[in-house]
């Protein structure tokens, strides 16, 4: 289970299907439930929204609570060592196998990040894909996804290549998918699914092309400071 903070709307960011319709009505659910509402603060004008600042204490604040009072432990370890934190860009499937922080349970972590924005030049589009070797976001059609970004094609394409070499075939629930029919896998299929994803060889997904705007999240610092 994970929780997102200013992902793209469903509807926005996937085409038409199953997954999608499920994520959007978890979002309305979401909305409805929270302590925001359809009118506008009254501190708030156009065009002037607050500002990004840097700064130990200008950005995100969380409280994780595990209940590790009322969970038992599980059959999959990894789900009960701590918190993994992600952050990227709005549009794109959080994928914390890649890269990720651990947040542990009963410390303080602060996480500093650096960006890099990347505008490319409209020119440029006259250029082949393969010579400029990048993608814009119409360029490429995916199957789930309505826009194209590398980290899109490469979730699209490591899954097809897990449901493939699956005896029985099934997708973890979690996952975007077209197919109407898809057999969501059990826990011990998922932990499968999960190896096979990671074993995946360079070469296969290599038609996943950097993208041509975006922006890109350097790396991560982050420390735990003290037990709580």
């Known amino acids: 289970?994970?929780?997102?903070?200013?992902?793209?709307?469903?509807?926005?960011?996937?085409?038409?299907?199953?997954?999608?319709?499920?994520?959007?009505?978890?979002?309305?659910?979401?909305?409805?439930?929270?302590?925001?509402?359809?009118?506008?603060?009254?501190?708030?004008?156009?065009?002037?929204?607050?500002?990004?600042?840097?700064?130990?204490f200008k950005g995100l604040t969380l409280v994780l609570d595990a209940h590790t009072d009322v969970v038992s432990a599980?059959?999959?370890?990894?789900?009960?060592?701590?918190?993994?934190?992600?952050?990227?860009?709005?549009?794109?499937?959080?994928?914390?196998?890649?890269?990720?922080?651990?947040?542990?349970?009963?410390?303080?972590?602060?996480a500093a990040i650096s960006a890099t924005g990347i505008i490319a030049s409209d020119a440029i589009q006259s250029v082949s894909p393969v010579t400029r070797n990048c993608y814009f976001p119409n360029e490429f059609e995916l199957q789930v996804h309505s826009n194209y970004s590398r980290a899109n094609c490469l979730l699209e394409c490591s899954m097809d290549?897990?449901?493939?070499?699956?005896?029985?075939?099934?997708?973890?629930?979690?996952?975007p998918t077209t197919d109407e029919q898809a057999k969501p896998c059990d826990p011990w299929l998922t932990k499968q699914f999960l190896n096979i994803m990671e074993q995946i060889h360079d070469e296969t997904c290599s038609y996943c092309l950097p993208d041509c705007e975006g922006t890109v999240i350097n790396d991560y610092h982050q420390r735990p400071i003290s037990e709580m």
């Open 1 to 56: 289970m994970c929780c997102t903070f200013n992902m793209e709307k469903a509807e926005v960011m996937f085409q038409k299907n199953r997954y999608s319709r499920m994520v959007t009505r978890m979002q309305e659910d979401d909305f409805i439930g929270s302590f925001g509402g359809p009118e506008l603060p009254s501190w708030y004008t156009n065009n002037n929204e607050p500002k990004s600042k840097s700064g130990k």
């Open 161 to 175: 290549y897990a449901r493939n070499k699956l005896e029985e075939k099934c997708i973890p629930w979690y996952f």
């Open 74 to 110: 599980g059959t999959v370890s990894e789900d009960f060592q701590g918190f993994l934190g992600l952050v990227e860009e709005n549009s794109q499937f959080p994928l914390v196998k890649e890269r990720s922080f651990l947040i542990q349970p009963g410390h303080v972590t602060y």
